[in-house]
């Protein structure tokens, strides 16, 4: 058995667009705030946490309902397509909104970005697991999350050059470049994948009785051990979101208050942090193939919680913090790659959606608490709180995922290194 890369980089493009707005709301987005509204840190947080409140229900609502939709393009393309449609119109806006010091339609025009980009997340996401035989995922899940992070560099590089050290930065430039790079992404994933086709060739690669027993007996007869692991594995979730998610939200803000770096510099740290996800991605999946998804998880909880614990100590900029930041993007990219595809695992075969968006949950849940709780702590504490603070929940995160018995695939290797490179049509 061999996963198709060709598919896997196609199906990518989706994952990538959606990374790259990401990284620009969670680097951008909090500067707005903090120097065009002056709004305080907490409040800030509350804001950021927007959009993780409206994920929290849209998400698996979304991902579910893509899981019953038929039509002549697919259950999961509508939702991409129309999704990004709208939000690469609303986020152009946001700029607009930020130059003219506008709050109720920077508010306005925020919020109809951050709905349309939950309306197409899960199906988005639920796109991969479609295409891929359960073995695989996690090798496939690798190469999603390098396109995820090409995404990331892509907008992180228009930040670093585009951002100005002084003087008041105009963003819209970036954003709508952004926006048009978005736009060529899922334009070529609607052009190279044929959603219905591959569908149908899925049936021929999965064990129809095991299917249709599961579409039999439905996802409510989850068996009580797998279940136990299944609510550890999304506590697990939520606890390391709530530790990583609040080092990305406010490490602009930290960098240039507490670091003292001045303008988009702040970009070229983050920068290296996502080139090291982008390498260690693909072989941290292989790497689970070999030694298990949970051992690889761990490893990269450990390693993100060392990596933390070693930053708090820096109280100026220092080149050191950049190699802490390239341990970050390996311990979650190890993480990150492989905890996905431990939920859908235990999912019945009709379902993926729908526990894609119980994956969703999980992470949003996480997000919307530890903006809000992280920023009190600065603004009424200090800046030095961000990273034991991150050290702690991410700590939490590896006791639980401890715990974790199922979800652990077992991989068939490919039987020689050529075999690595071969990609299907």
Same mark, same amino acid.
């Given at each position: 058995m061999k996963l198709n890369y060709r598919r896997t980089f196609f199906i990518g493009l989706a994952f990538m667009s959606i990374s790259a707005f990401w990284q620009l709301y969670d680097s951008i987005i909090p500067l707005i705030l903090k120097h065009t509204f002056e709004i305080g840190d907490t409040w800030a947080g509350g804001i950021m946490a927007i959009d993780n409140i409206l994920a929290l229900f849209m998400l698996p609502l979304f991902g579910a309902f893509s899981d019953k939709v038929k039509t002549s393009i697919?259950?999961?393309?509508?939702?991409?397509?129309?999704?990004?449609?709208?939000?690469?119109i609303a986020m152009i806006l946001i700029p607009v909104a930020d130059n003219m010091a506008?709050? @109720?339609?920077?508010? %306005?025009?925020?919020?109809?970005? %951050?709905?349309?980009?939950?309306?197409?997340?899960s199906p988005a996401v639920a796109l991969m697991p479609d295409v891929t035989p359960k073995p695989m995922r996690s090798q496939a899940n690798g190469i999603i999350n390098l396109m995820g992070a090409l995404g990331a560099v892509f907008s992180l590089a228009l930040i670093s050059f585009l951002v100005p050290a002084t003087?008041? @930065?105009?963003?819209?430039?970036?954003?709508a470049i952004?926006?048009?790079?978005?736009?060529?992404?899922?334009?070529? %994933?609607?052009?190279?994948?044929?959603?219905?086709?591959? #569908?149908?060739?899925?049936?021929t690669v999965d064990d129809p009785a095991e299917e249709a027993k599961d579409e039999a007996s439905g996802s409510s007869k989850m068996d009580p051990l797998v279940r136990r692991s299944f609510w550890l594995i999304l506590a697990s979730i939520f606890f390391w979101f709530f530790s990583y998610n609040a080092v990305t939200t406010a490490f602009s803000k930290y960098v240039q208050s507490h670091l003292g770096v001045a303008g988009g510099g702040f970009a070229n740290s983050l920068m290296l942090a996502t080139v090291a996800a982008v390498i260690a991605f693909v072989p941290a999946g292989m790497i689970a193939a070999k030694i298990g998804r949970k051992?690889?998880? %761990?490893?990269?909880?450990?390693?993100?919680?060392?990596?933390?614990?070693?930053?708090?100590?820096?109280?100026t900029f220092t080149p050191l913090l950049n190699v802490l930041l390239v341990f970050v993007g390996f311990g979650w990219a190890a993480i990150n790659v492989n905890s996905y595809p431990m939920v859908v695992e235990m999912a019945k075969g009709p379902d993926i959606g729908k526990y894609t968006g119980y994956y969703y949950t999980a992470s949003m849940s996480?997000?919307?608490?530890? @903006?809000?709780?992280?920023?009190?702590?600065?603004e009424h504490v200090g800046y030095g709180t961000l990273?034991?603070?991150?050290?702690?929940?991410? #700590?939490? #995160?590896?006791?639980?995922?401890?715990?974790?018995?199922?979800?652990?695939?077992?991989?068939?290797?490919?039987k020689s290194k050529l075999e690595l490179l071969d990609v299907e049509d």
């Open positions: 697919g259950k999961r393309m509508p939702f991409i397509l129309s999704g990004t449609a709208i939000a690469v506008s709050l @109720p339609l920077f508010v %306005l025009v925020l919020l109809i970005a %951050l709905v349309a980009m939950s309306t197409y997340r003087g008041v @930065p105009n963003y819209l430039g970036i954003f952004v926006a048009a790079f978005m736009v060529i992404a899922v334009v070529v %994933l609607f052009g190279t994948i044929k959603e219905n086709k591959i #569908a149908k060739e899925m049936e051992r690889t998880i %761990l490893t990269g909880i450990a390693l993100l919680a060392v990596c933390f614990a070693l930053a708090s100590l820096f109280t996480a997000q919307i608490l530890t @903006p809000v709780l992280s920023g009190f702590f600065m990273f034991p603070y991150a050290t702690v929940f991410m #700590a939490i #995160a590896f006791i639980t995922m401890s715990q974790v018995k199922h979800g652990d695939s077992t991989v068939i290797p490919p």
